[in-house]
């Protein structure tokens, strides 16, 4: 999906876990997640620090969007 | 280590007042038993129900299978660390009910669940059409969280499976299969020029309904680890009952590895067979890295010229086990891997989520959108409205005429990717 | 009842002349001419060819869309139960003809077309998932060869017989991957192909690994600010009660829900996703697709807006012929709604 909605020239950012496989399929801009049941968050930590973490990893998605790149790069 | 694997050929299941085994009819005390799993709490009623190969029935939605088995000679009965008291397994005798297996089915806890048509078209595509299936439908009581409601049928099933196997206790078997292997010092000097080659079998380890047990311990929580291939032969992994109905390694599947045992069908002829190597399928990159080094690194000291690995489930595993393989050909490890595809209902997507250059020897098992039509059934056991919601299904899937149309996904065993169905695909 | 065949050919297999007359736009012949001629002496006594439509081969690719104009209409008027093109060899113009008339009439009319190309023809991948194109050589020497083995699709075909395997039948392989049972299991399999291996004797994977294509990466947004941000997700958050029925595994449509009033997902949204521990995402539904952070993102001013629709389908299992299906469909709306920037999460 990622892939086809670049294609119309759409800047798109993968947060994904396997980045491996983002990789393999295409995705360009790609932000790492924490796990695949929960990627943008983590149950395991304490409330106000999940939120940090949820944070900080949606703010580094709009910095990818916001930058300029010619090759896959993670953000 | 030396296991005996005792089989009593089961021609026919009965529900009566003893459990017995006669001239190869089992014939299960019904009230002993639901009572018996009734001991646990969780458990509000059990229905039993039997299905025959050939009789137009159909099972869904299903939960796990499982062989009844009793061992009458050797530590650990049952299922040590899970049912039982811990145990080593892998030496012994077990009197196994050829035949028979128990089944179990009851409120959907996931999406993961399946169907087991007994006759025609549907019997083609799962192993256990062919098997006298002893039902167990578990009604739980209300307000159970979704994992303990896994747990609760998980464990029943297990107890079902036990108590089904004292029936075999004092009954001669009417053949017995040996499995005998040493350590690996013995083995390599008595056939010093035979190719050693290592079975690495993927558990999808990623949370409810996706986890595997081993000796009771949770697969997430492991590393990579090492077993003869006779404990896992004697019950030492069970199912979780993990993902699509299609390629969960139900428990009776791990009992009867099929991988496990056309490797052992070469040891010493062929091949020097090392063992299995446990690996877990998790959920995160820093794991799946992990994970797959550490696999690697076992097959590299165990000296493999050769390492066959099967996958569990699809989508991110593909991952887990292409990353295996690369590094095993690249340190001069020669790999065959199992995996079905997702080809999409027209066969024409790509197969996999992944890709590596490595994977020159791949067996396929099937693609498990592969849309199959099953005839109405004349009986279903357990509740054929849950195909709407299992993996496989839609809604609108059963027509109203009873028949059904769904993917392989939803079809227990389908496409075993430890290849013990016969499914593969072809290019058209 | 003989079943009823139409023959394509070009200028050259219709005698009308070589190169000098590529130019000339379809006629159509009540007659066997050519390759039609033979092929019909195939058919013996279950089928026939009933005509012979003969067209230019730079007029047809010159003048595609009056070229088939004219070919559909005979076509539709003569009714036949299949059309035959070719074989082209590996003549470019006259392979790309083929496929051009092969597609117009599968797509349209849903009538089945056999054709012959040699594989490297140029017009062989447009069209070979539809149409069956038998293979051939490279030059029409290859004719003795190429017509018996179309006449044998097309008998078959007409008895709505299965084909076999591409190899056996002789036609090139259509790329549908078709789930069959093997004699021997899997397991076997799997160490017949190691012991191959190990012994160096030849073997072939049933697997060949797929291929994936690359798209360069758009421009980046240079004003955030002023920016609208999409959220889509394969996680399967669906609204409670999942009113679009998307699929749990292997799913066949996506769906999209107005979440311009809305903080979070958390409160209304679950997931139907069969491929992950759905707990967690449950609890809080923001952590598989973080709307509560974007829409807290749209407070401060980091960004200009949060796109009132967020996406959502299924990963798990799902073929990647219905994920670029959902990708072109939902980016064409994004498009459309004039959206600035997406982010896409994946479980």
Redesign the interface.
């Known amino acids: 999906m990622v892939k086809e909605i670049e294609r119309y020239g759409i800047p798109i950012v993968h947060m994904s876990t396997i980045t491996t496989i983002s990789e393999s399929v295409g995705a360009n801009r790609i932000v790492p997640t924490i796990a695949i049941p929960y990627p943008v968050g983590n149950p395991n930590l304490p409330e106000n620090e999940e939120y940090t973490l949820r944070k900080k990893m949606v703010e580094r998605a709009l910095k990818g969007l916001n930058t300029e790149i010619k090759e896959v790069t993670q953000f | 280590m030396k296991l005996e694997l005792r089989r009593i050929h089961i021609k026919d299941i009965q529900l009566g007042n003893e459990t017995t085994v006669k001239n190869g009819v089992l014939t299960v005390n019904k009230e002993e038993l639901i009572s018996k799993l009734k001991e646990d709490e969780r458990i509000k009623d059990v229905k039993l129900d039997v299905a025959r190969p050939g009789e137009k029935v159909r099972i869904i939605p299903v939960k796990d299978v499982i062989e009844p088995r009793v061992k009458i000679e050797g530590e650990g009965n049952g299922f040590p660390g899970v049912s039982t008291k811990m145990a080593q397994l892998g030496d012994g005798k077990v009197n196994v009910l050829y035949g028979a297996a128990i089944v179990t089915v009851g409120d959907i806890v996931g999406f993961q669940e399946g169907v087991v048509d007994m006759w025609g078209e549907g019997a083609k595509w799962t192993p256990f059409s062919q098997t006298f299936n002893l039902v167990v439908d578990i009604i739980p009581v209300e307000g159970l969280a979704p994992h303990v409601h896994e747990t609760t049928v998980r464990l029943a099933g297990l107890k079902a499976a036990e108590f089904v196997g004292e029936a075999g206790r004092s009954v001669e078997p009417d053949e017995v299969l040996v499995y005998e292997m040493g350590s690996h010092a013995e083995e390599s000097k008595k056939y010093p020029d035979l190719p050693k080659v290592a079975y690495v079998e993927m558990l999808i380890s990623q949370g409810l309904l996706h986890d595997g047990y081993i000796y009771g311990v949770n697969s997430q929580l492991i590393l990579p680890t090492l077993l003869h291939p006779n404990e896992e032969l004697d019950g030492a992994v069970i199912s979780g009952n993990c993902v699509a109905a299609c390629d969960k390694i139900t428990t009776y599947q791990h009992q009867n590895n099929s991988a496990i045992l056309d490797l052992y069908a070469e040891h010493g002829k062929t091949i020097n067979f090392l063992g299995v190597i446990l690996t877990p399928e998790l959920t995160t990159l820093e794991g799946k890295f992990r994970t797959c080094d550490y696999t690697a690194k076992l097959c590299k000291s165990l000296g493999a010229d050769g390492v066959i690995i099967s996958e569990e489930g699809y989508g991110n595993p593909d991952s887990d086990l292409l990353m295996i393989c690369k590094r095993l050909e690249d340190s001069g490890i020669k790999t065959v891997l199992i995996t079905d595809e997702c080809s999409g209902w027209d066969g024409m997507s790509q197969p996999l989520a992944d890709t590596a250059k490595e994977a020159i020897a791949v067996v396929s098992t099937g693609n498990v959108s592969h849309v199959v039509t099953l005839p109405p059934a004349d009986r279903v056991i357990g509740n054929d409205k849950a195909i709407a919601t299992l993996a496989g299904g839609w809604e609108g899937c059963l027509e109203e005429d009873g028949s059904l149309k769904c993917e392989l996904n939803a079809v227990i065993g389908a496409t075993s990717e430890i290849g013990y169905h016969n499914c593969t695909v072809k290019l058209y | 009842m003989k079943f009823k065949v139409l023959y394509y050919v070009n200028q050259f297999f219709g005698q009308i002349g070589g190169e000098e007359e590529a130019g000339m736009a379809p006629v159509f012949k009540k007659e066997n001419i050519g390759p039609a001629l033979g092929f019909n002496g195939l058919l013996g006594e279950e089928g026939e060819v009933v005509g012979t439509l003969i067209c230019g081969d730079n007029y047809f690719n010159e003048n595609k869309e009056e070229a088939l104009e004219y070919i559909m209409n005979v076509i539709k008027e003569s009714n036949p139960d299949i059309i035959v093109a070719g074989p082209a060899f590996n003549a470019g113009r006259y392979g790309m003809a083929c496929s051009g008339v092969a597609n117009a009439v599968i797509d349209e009319l849903n009538i089945p077309v056999v054709t012959g190309m040699y594989i490297e023809n140029p017009g062989l991948d447009s069209c070979r ?1 539809k149409a069956i194109v038998v293979e051939t050589t490279d030059s029409a020497a290859g004719m003795r060869k190429a017509l018996p083995v179309m006449a044998n699709i097309v008998k078959k075909l007409m008895k709505n017989e299965e ?1 076999g ?2 190899a056996e039948e002789g036609y090139i ?19 017949d ?3 191959a ?2 012994t160096d004797e030849p ?1 072939e ?3 060949p ?13 240079k004003d ?1 600010s002023k ?1 609208t ?1 999409a959220l ?1 997700t ?2 399967g958050m669906v609204p409670h009660g999942n009113p679009d ?1 998307i ?4 799913a ?1 449509k996506w769906g999209k829900y107005d979440v311009s009033g809305r903080e979070a997902l958390t409160g209304e949204y679950c997931t ?1 996703h ?8 449950n ?2 539904p ?5 709307l509560d ?2 829409k ?2 749209q407070k401060e001013g ?2 200009g807006n949060v796109f009132e629709y967020f996406y959502t ?1 299924t ?10 299906k ?3 469909e ?3 709306e ?2 459309e709604a004039g ?9």
Not at chain 3, 274 to 281: E, I, Q, R, T
Not at chain 3, 286 to 290: E, I, S, T
């Open positions: 998932a084909l395997l591409p392989s259509q790329g549908k991957r078709l789930t069959v049972l093997s004699d021997k299991r899997g397991s076997r399999r799997a160490v192909m190691l012991l291996r190990l073997f994977t049933e697997l690994m797929p291929v994936f294509d690359k798209v360069d990466p758009a421009p980046a947004i955030l920016s941000i889509v394969s996680g029925r699929q749990s595994a292997s066949q139907i069969g491929g992950f521990d759905p707990v967690y995402a609890e809080i923001d952590r598989v697709a973080p952070m974007l807290e993102f980091v960004i389908t990963g798990t299992g799902t073929s990647v012929g219905n994920s670029i959902f990708g072109t939902i980016g064409k994004l498009k959206v600035d920037g997406v982010i896409l999460t994946s479980t």
